[in-house]
């Protein structure tokens, strides 16, 4: 843009203002325009201290010049945009704003890891430092803790004599849980569950956006929910043993960016304005 009015000032305008002067029938005759040069040329200086004065106003005052949310860029009035949050709220519509980012190596190694974070987010939760949170461990937990949740069930003489002591004196019939012990024993030996074996379309989908692969690194989100003071959670990240944790707050980085944007903006804006009057 700025090379276009160089190149326009250098090399359209002379031509256009040359055959303006020659043109006879002028509204403004040639005594109109010298009185005007004159006054131009003797308020010179009102251009510059304009500016000098609107930069120190710009620079000291207290109030807000700019709003940064994000949110009062929506074209809507407050009514509609709060109808909005009420109904998304009613539903169960959440609107992620803050994560936990984790990049590991493959699928399992991101699954551990949350599954290692998660205890931690627990406990802010139970502090009411927390609303809640998602995270892929919770629909499909890592390989690791599938084995150990398969070692734990008991094998089927164990389990038939506790639920013989169970079902003392109640009634139920005696075979009629034969098909709970078939599918506990069954479940022993299945096959361990992995991120290409899930058919399930909701779970799938909800997959997806929690854990995925970019760069050769597999990338894990935790959701976080409700407003909370972000130094918890960069204390939890901090306290992680390796440097793979990161927290992300999407609404703060991009009003960081379209701050700087604005900033870079003004001070071209400056610049330029400074060589006009020059």
Request: aromatic share 10%; charged share 20%; net charge positive.
């Amino acid at each position: 843009g700025l090379l276009v009015e160089v190149f326009v000032s250098r090399f359209l305008l002379p031509p256009v203002v040359s055959h303006l002067s020659s043109v006879r029938n002028l509204n403004i005759s040639r005594k109109k325009s010298r009185w005007i040069i004159s006054l131009f040329k003797k308020f010179k200086w009102v251009p510059y201290f304009l500016l000098i004065v609107l930069g120190g106003a710009l620079t000291i005052t207290n109030e807000p010049t700019w709003n940064d949310d994000l949110a009062k860029l929506s074209p809507l009035p407050d009514f509609r945009i709060n109808l909005d949050r009420k109904l998304r709220s009613e539903i169960g519509v959440l609107q992620y704003q803050k994560f936990i980012v984790i990049i590991k190596n493959s699928v399992e190694d991101v699954l551990v890891a949350s599954e290692r974070v998660k205890p931690k987010l627990d406990k802010l939760i139970i502090g009411g430092k927390l609303q809640g949170y998602k995270m892929a461990a919770q629909f499909l937990p890592s390989k690791k803790t599938q084995r150990t949740r398969q070692k734990i069930l008991p094998n089927r003489t164990t389990l038939q004599n506790n639920l013989a002591m169970a079902l003392v004196d109640l009634p139920f019939k005696k075979d009629i849980f034969a098909p709970f012990l078939n599918d506990v024993q069954e479940s022993k030996s299945l096959p361990l569950i992995g991120l290409n074996t899930i058919t399930i379309p909701t779970i799938k989908s909800a997959l997806g956006s929690l854990i995925y692969n970019y760069n050769s690194k597999w990338i894990g989100l935790i959701a976080l929910e409700g407003d909370f003071e972000t130094q918890e959670i960069q204390k939890l990240v901090q306290s992680m043993p390796t440097k793979t944790f990161y927290f992300l707050d999407l609404k703060s980085q991009a009003e960081q960016l379209m701050s700087a944007t604005r900033r870079e903006s003004l001070n071209w804006f400056y610049v330029g304005a400074i060589l006009i009057l020059l």
